[in-house]
């Protein structure tokens, strides 16, 4: 079968990549109302060569896991991929991933099945990560026939509806403007601080964050995967991949 | 299951590896360990207030290290009391002696600020454990001597040497700070005979030669007479003229050391005239250069013993520091600085003594029998110098004899005090003298007041007595002073009384728990920035030497020494003795280099650090030596309350 033949069967979905099957097989199955010790959580970043998906690339895959509400700091995915397009001078200035990084880097094709194999089984965790599951689902879609079905948790809407619930109870100013940005969160709990703009490190920042706030919202009454969910309506801080594919 | 590919793009966790490389114990182990406990450490998250060990109920399956917050350790007790045993921050850890010794916590622990910590699994920390000795040695030696001594060689080597007393001495003195300014002149038609004369009679090694018209034109020194005079038989009588050196080499008083050191060597002579003004000033010499640089204690005591007025004497107090400073890079015990330090002052007090009883006529330096008391006494001087001392006179002084007896010790004493005042300043720390008419008087007054503090023992009182029962007499004393020494022994020691309210005095204070980051934590968990060595250590150390030495009628006064006397009759066993040697040891260590550096850059020098300055090793040190005095004040109470 020729490339081009093989890249649309992909993309209509006739050859999905069978980690995507067990991957489908296994969310289809999932249990919703364990305690959210019990799963297993991907904490993961990405560097991109900019914002829209539709041009931009994914050049840098940072993630880290979770277990038992703890971060497996020696359980890491790192890597850097080729872009099909040249690295625009901009997109340098903001992750600090050199051309020079990434041209001896495979390109994103033959990375992205080792790390659908590492996100196995957990639920996938980010900062403001509906652009990097949009720009991840845009390249398994091509790439491997399908797209990813983990439910996914945003750690700034877990923050927006954390901010509120204090507001609520401390009755602090509401006009009080309030910054989202990873960073300025974590300086506000006083988490110890990573380096930014490198995605591993920033995966591990969030991956902190996100710790942080599973713990504060156990008195929040929080305690199901399907609480963090459908428990919260109101809050809307996470999603499952087919309400947010749709 | 599917199969994990992603090992490949794992990596060693930078954030793990980099903070276990920063502390004790994880710093001293392999680089490969720290890899490898870095890949498995997990990261927990504890909220405020959250208890992570319960005492005795608690499955320890972790060891924790605090990354980032802190916590409390507690301990209650059979009673329900609590006591706070620990406040830990960034780096320290919990759980380790428990998993070694497979039982629950002994403590409970409980997070004080929003905390992570790295857990690492029992069964990696505990094949660590039995792997490395030094690390299972960390969590189950209740006093590290190791660690003390890592301390002490840590804070001998990166300290002292920061000190950089002798370079710029040399460097940074002028030929000002050097020079004598009494020198003669003879006329260059004196004879030899007269020449030598002048130099017998001002004890002096050379001597300028002026023309007619009073132009300086040569020197003379005592070398000139003895290879051009004496060995060649030369006649007495011929002018000075002919065996002075001409013309005088001059060097400007405000020249630095060295220059005038390079301009002997380069001219091969050994006296130099100074020159400010236009005239001469004084005369230096490769005695005086080397005197002045001298850090031989040798050499410093021979100074003061050469001085033949105590102001003379004032510009040898500042060699101390210097001298001590060398004995100490010479690998010298901190204790016996402090020991070198009071033979220094003891040789100052009784040179001074002698000096001041000369000027007064006609009385017999004896009568003084000055007794040093406290610290001078014990022998653990620092570079805050402490001039204590009693006067005790004979009992039965004839009515007159007793006034001039009085009035001649106050004169001596109150010259002995404004002496030491100028030559020290504020540093000077004295707060017992003779000058105090109370201080001085026969030994029956003496006797009074032993009773009535033996009869009477109150806080306030006990204080001030406790600084008399360390006595020690200088050199020369008479036979009074020691009666005093063993009158005094006997009452307090047979004083049930007296010695509980020593002992009670001694138990008063208790020792800080801990450090946290920058501040020390006391018992009840205030926080203090600043540590007073003096009062909350060396103090504590000696009254405990002391108390237990008067119930056992051990009769030595220096601390160390006392100690080592209760573990020879087996007052306090072998293991304890050696871990106080080590604490007292490093503290007075701690108190000497933090003066030398204060006196390094012109400051006062004292007793109380700021814990932000000590290193972490020096912190935990410190700590293991405040639990040291907590057992010794547990074996105080048990034995007096």
Redesign the interface.
């Known amino acids: 079968m020729n490339l081009g033949l093989k890249r649309l069967f992909k993309s209509l979905g006739f050859l999905k990549h069978p980690?995507l099957r067990?991957n489908k097989r296994f969310f289809y199955d999932l249990n919703w109302n364990k305690p959210l010790e019990d799963y297993d959580f991907v904490v993961f970043d990405t560097e991109l060569t900019g914002l829209e998906p539709r041009n931009d690339e994914i050049v840098s895959i940072g993630a880290v896991r979770v277990?038992?509400?703890?971060?497996?700091?020696?359980?890491?995915?790192?890597?850097y991929a080729r872009p099909n397009k040249p690295l625009p001078k901009d997109s340098t200035l903001i992750h600090r991933i050199t051309p020079d990084q990434i041209v001896g880097a495979p390109p994103l094709e033959d990375?992205l099945?080792?790390?659908v194999?590492?996100l196995?089984g957990a639920v996938i965790v980010g900062h403001f990560v509906s652009i990097d599951i949009s720009f991840l689902n845009r390249a398994t879609k091509s790439c491997m026939g399908g797209i990813i079905k983990n439910p996914f948790v945003d750690t700034m809407k877990m923050a927006q509806y954390y901010e509120d619930h204090r507001r609520r109870r401390y009755y602090e100013d509401a006009a009080q403007k309030l910054s989202f940005g990873l960073n300025d969160l974590s300086k506000k709990?006083?988490?110890?601080l990573?380096e930014k703009h490198d995605a591993?490190e920033d995966a591990?920042q969030t991956?902190?964050l996100f710790?942080?706030l599973m713990?504060?919202f156990k008195n929040l009454g929080i305690s199901t995967l399907r609480d963090l969910f459908t428990g919260q309506k109101k809050a809307a801080f996470s999603s499952d991949q087919d309400s947010y594919s749709a | 299951m599917m199969t994990d590919n992603s090992a490949g793009y794992a990596v060693t966790p930078k954030v793990a590896f980099q903070f276990l490389r920063r502390f004790s114990p994880f710093k001293e182990l392999d680089i490969s360990i720290n890899e490898e406990l870095a890949k498995e450490i997990e990261v927990e998250f504890y909220p405020k207030g959250t208890t992570i060990f319960r005492q005795e109920l608690t499955d320890i399956t972790h060891f924790h290290v605090i990354q980032k917050g802190s916590v409390q350790v507690y301990l209650r007790s059979e009673n329900d009391t609590y006591s706070l045993r620990n406040i830990g921050g960034e780096g320290e850890t919990f759980g380790g002696s428990c998993l070694i010794r497979n039982q629950k916590p002994d403590v409970t622990v409980e997070t004080l600020e929003d905390t992570f910590c790295f857990l690492i699994p029992r069964t990696l920390f505990l094949r660590i454990i039995s792997e490395n000795i030094s690390f299972e040695k960390f969590f189950l030696a209740e006093f590290q001597k190791d660690r003390i001594s890592e301390a002490y060689i840590e804070t001998r080597n990166e300290r002292i040497r920061s000190v950089g007393m002798k370079r710029l001495d040399y460097f940074t003195s002028r030929v000002s700070d050097v020079i004598r300014p009494n020198f003669q002149v003879v006329r260059s038609d004196s004879s030899i005979r007269e020449t030598g004369e002048i130099m017998a009679k001002f004890r002096i090694g050379s001597l300028l030669v002026k023309d007619g018209s009073s132009n300086i034109v040569g020197i003379v020194t005592k070398k000139d007479l003895r290879s051009k005079v004496v060995s060649c038989g030369m006649d007495y009588s011929l002018p000075v003229s002919t065996i002075m050196s001409s013309p005088v080499k001059t060097i400007p008083v405000q020249a630095r050391l060295f220059e005038a050191t390079l301009l002997m060597v380069k001219e091969q002579i050994s006296h130099l005239a100074a020159v400010g003004d236009s005239s001469i000033l004084g005369i230096i010499t490769t005695h005086d250069i080397m005197v002045h640089q001298a850090a031989s204690p040798i050499i410093l005591f021979r100074e003061i013993q050469a001085q033949e007025s105590p102001e003379s004497m004032n510009s040898l107090f500042k060699k101390i520091p210097m001298v001590i400073k060398n004995l100490m890079e010479e690998g010298a015990k901190a204790s016996h600085c402090t020991n070198v330090i009071t033979l220094f002052h003891d040789r100052i007090f009784i040179r001074a003594l002698k000096l001041f009883a000369a000027r007064s006529s006609g009385s017999s330096l004896s009568i003084l029998a000055p007794i040093l008391v406290g610290k001078a006494a014990r022998m653990e001087q620092t570079f805050v110098p402490v001039y204590d001392y009693i006067a005790v006179y004979g009992d039965e002084p004839k009515a007159d004899s007793t006034d001039t007896t009085e009035i001649y010790l106050e004169r001596l004493a109150s010259q002995l005090n404004d002496f030491f005042g100028s030559c020290f300043g504020e540093n000077l720390r004295s707060k017992i003298s003779a000058a105090n008419p109370r201080w001085r008087g026969p030994l029956e007054v003496w006797s009074k007041y032993i009773d009535d503090w033996t009869s009477n023992p109150i806080p306030p009182e006990i204080r001030i007595a406790k600084n008399f029962l360390d006595t020690r007499s200088l050199p020369g004393a008479n036979n009074i002073a020691r009666s005093f020494l063993n009158l005094f022994f006997e009452k307090i020691s047979s004083s049930v009384k007296f010695m509980k309210g020593l002992a009670e005095d001694f138990l008063s204070v208790k020792p800080p728990v801990s450090f946290f980051r920058e501040a020390i934590v006391e018992a009840d968990g205030t926080e203090i920035n600043k540590l007073d060595l003096e009062s909350r250590l060396a103090e504590p150390f000696a009254d405990f030497a002391r108390l237990m030495c008067f119930r056992h009628g051990i009769t030595e006064t220096n601390t160390l020494a006392r100690l080592k006397s209760l573990t020879r009759l087996k007052v306090i066993n072998e293991d304890l003795c050696s871990e106080v040697l080590a604490a007292h040891e490093f503290q007075t260590q701690l108190v000497l280099i933090n003066q030398l550096r204060a006196l390094d850059v012109g400051a006062a020098p004292g007793y109380v650090i700021d814990p932000a300055d000590l290193s972490e090793l020096e912190k935990r040190t410190l700590k293991d030596t405040f639990g040291v005095l907590v057992k010794l004040q547990a074996i105080v109470a048990e034995k007096f309350l």
């Open positions: 980690s067990e277990r038992n509400l703890r971060i497996a700091v020696g359980r890491t995915f790192f890597c990375i099945p080792d790390f194999s590492f196995h709990y006083g988490l110890p990573f591993l591990m991956a902190y710790l942080f713990k504060k």
